[in-house]
């Protein structure tokens, strides 16, 4: 993945773990540096078992696209509230 799209792709994830849980505070930057590590070191594990590499593969971007949609969907709501004209 490109940098601009892992950024954008964690704060979707945060947005959509702090809006589902209620995260406020340092608890946000802790599930930030989490999905972001996790995100980075799943690949490197994948590699290391060659035949479950394909399958982990497809969890890894199906988990991806799911919290990613929910989470832009959640990131939008909370921009859009804070704004009142």
Request: charged residues 10%; without cysteine; hydrophobic residues 65%.
């Amino acid at each position: 993945m490109d940098t601009v799209l892992d950024v954008a792709f964690v704060i979707a994830i945060v947005a959509f773990i702090k809006t589902q849980i209620g995260l406020t505070g340092n608890a946000v930057l802790a599930v930030a540096f989490g999905v972001a590590l996790f995100f980075g070191v799943a690949p490197l594990i994948a590699n290391m078992i060659p035949v479950a590499a394909p399958f982990i593969k497809v969890v890894l971007d199906t988990v991806v696209l799911f919290l990613g949609a929910a989470g832009s969907v959640d990131f939008i709501h909370s921009i859009t509230r804070k704004r009142t004209i």
